[in-house]
């Protein structure tokens, strides 16, 4: 199991577009992803559930990967948010 934590640096949060990034990013691999927040755990392979997370500019969520590939999706989930989706 790998985990990091990331923050949300771009000013709109997570909205429509980086969740369907996240979800295109995420199926990419075959382990299996999860975010953090708070409590919540939620399946980094739904589009849904990212979106529920209600996650806004500077919040810090954990990326938790398990499987074959977990270090390598851990690491390109990451990258999205330094890159803050691509929106800045």
């Known amino acids: 199991m790998v985990e990091k934590e990331v923050t949300i640096k771009n000013r709109a949060g997570i909205h429509a577009r980086p969740a369907a990034l996240l979800v295109q990013t995420t199926n990419q691999f075959s382990s299996n992803i999860f975010f953090e927040k708070d409590s919540e755990r939620i ?42 989706f691509e929106e800045e």
């Open 43 to 84: 399946n980094g392979k739904s589009i849904m559930g990212i979106i529920t997370l209600g996650a806004g500019y500077n919040t810090t969520l954990k990326v938790v990967a398990e499987g074959e590939d977990e270090q390598e999706a851990v690491d390109a989930v990451a990258k999205l948010f330094e890159n803050r």
